[in-house]
Every structure is written in C-alpha cells, then in structure tokens.
C-alpha cells in the first residue's frame, strides 16, 4: 500500500479495498457461498475443519515445554502459529463456520434469503465437523500425543481440560470476543489485494483471541475430541511416560465437551454476525431515505 490518502485528483491511492467496498465484496461473498450445492458446501467445510485443526496442533506443539516462559509470551507464540488454521481457509480456500457468521450483510441487504443463510451455515458447520473430527482420528492414528515422551499429549490434555471445566457465562462471552476477532480479521482480508495483504491482516486478530484465551468452537471441536481420545485410548505407556493417571483430568468428559462446543457456537454466532456483520452492514449498506 502506498502512504499517500490522495493523488493530484483527489482519489485514493491506497492499494487495497477501502471499508465501503469490503463491506460489498462481503455481501457479495455471502450470495455467492449461499448459491453453492449442498455437497459444495459441505467439502469446503470439511477442509476447513481441518485447516483450523492444523493450526491446533501447530498451537499444541508449541505450548509444549512452554512453561519456563511468561505466560503471555507463551500465549502470544501460541497464537501466532495458531493463525496457520485461518491463513489456509482464506488463501487455500475453504469454508469456516465462524467467518460465515459475516453472511448475515447479505441477508440484511436481502441478498439471500434467511433459509437461504440457516441452509449454508448448517452445511459448512456439517462440513467443519466432519473436517476436526476426521483429523482427531488421523493424529491420534499416528501417535502424536506420544511426541516429547508424552510431553504433547499433555498439553492436548490440560488444555482440553481447562475448556471443558470453564462455566456457561465466561464460556459464552469468551466465544463472544473470540468471533469478534476472527471476523474482523476475515472482513479485512476482503480488501486485501494480494496473498501476502491476505496473511498479513489474518494473524494479528487470530493471535490476540488465542493469547486472550477466547474460545473458538470449530478449534474446540478438535482440542475436546483429541483429548478425550487419549483420555480414553492411550496405552499404559503414555500415563507411564508423562506421571499421570485418566482419572488426573475430572472435567475432561464427553459432557463437558460437548457443553463447551454448544456454548462456544452460540457465543461465535453472536459476536461475529451481529457485533461485526450486522454493525458493518448498518454503517455501510442500509438503505436511506
């Protein structure tokens, strides 16, 4: 981007869309996503499953052995190989369930229709689902909580455990933020102009909700699982190896998973349709008298 606002003309100069246009290369985004076929739809949510998995076990991989630095230092580093996840779904091209909050600006512009927005994003929530659950099979399939004698499959474990003990309220507004930033970091990803613009306006939100402790449903759904897995399927040697015994992680249930995912997706629908969406399209593409 270029540093001068304005040339001789008085037009901008900046290489990038500015807000009033992001806000219809969004809408437009949402009538394209919500004209896709059902199964289109379901394949780009798998992917994207999978992509936010990828950048988990970046996350997870880094916070192990983590302890010897600050805690936001930790939770800073965490976050920053976190954004792996989003950078794939935006540059590789997939659909996420929490950046498809941003549809309701089409739906408020009655672009699409509201069975027209439900139908998408229970599709792509399908697809997300399948996507994190299918590579909780294949990690646990390779033995990655193994990694570090044990070391990883620790960290999987506490920070499973933590989500799932967290209470109602703090896990709602934690998801509230956590959506807020992730569909900031996806509506200004609509005005980049190159690949590189793309990454470089991705991880700075996505490091700030992973250091602040936000909850994301889609990672959620494969932190809980993978660590419900190894709390159910790890051999003796495992518990051997990093001191510990299932029964060390009480909260760490199928309920509390399940609780958590719940919660997390209600609280992701709110912040980033009606705190990001709704607000930008009021700004931007209401009609006026």
Not at 37 to 53: E, H, M, R, S, T
Not at 71 to 95: H, N, Q
Not at 169 to 182: D, H
Request: charged share 10%; hydrophobic share 60%.
């Amino acid at each position: 981007m270029t540093d001068a606002p304005n040339n001789a003309l008085g037009r901008s100069t900046i290489d990038a869309l500015l807000p009033p246009d992001m806000a219809l290369a969004c809408e437009a985004a949402g009538a394209s996503k919500a004209g896709r076929d059902a199964l289109a739809l379901i394949v780009l949510g798998l992917l994207a499953g999978a992509f936010i998995a990828l950048g988990a076990i970046f996350m997870t991989v880094v916070l192990t052995g983590a302890d010897a630095l600050p805690w936001g230092v930790a939770r800073l580093l965490a976050g920053v190989v976190f954004s792996l996840g989003l950078i794939l779904v935006i540059v590789g091209g997939a659909e996420l369930f929490t950046g498809d909050s941003l549809m309701i600006v089409a739906c408020a512009s009655r672009r699409i229709t509201l069975a027209a927005l439900l139908r998408a994003w229970s599709l792509v929530y399908v697809g997300n689902i399948g996507g994190a659950l299918g590579t909780v099979a294949l990690v646990f399939l390779a033995g990655q909580h193994g990694f570090g004698a044990g070391a990883v499959g620790r960290t999987v474990l506490e920070v499973a455990a933590a989500k799932a003990a967290l209470p109602t309220i703090q896990l709602f507004f934690l998801a509230v933020l956590c959506n807020v930033l992730v569909c900031l970091a996806v509506w200004m990803s609509f005005g980049a102009r190159s690949m590189t613009d793309k990454v470089m306006v991705i991880v700075p939100p996505i490091a700030a909700f992973v250091a602040a402790g936000f909850e994301h449903s889609i990672a959620n759904l494969y932190l809980l699982p993978y660590g419900l897995a190894i709390k159910a399927w790890a051999g003796p040697e495992f518990w051997a190896s990093i001191g510990q015994m299932a029964g060390a992680y009480p909260a760490l249930t199928a309920g509390g998973a399940l609780h958590n995912i719940v919660v997390a997706t209600i609280g992701n629908l709110v912040g980033g349709s009606l705190m990001v969406g709704a607000v930008y399209w009021f700004v931007y593409l209401r009609k006026r008298a």
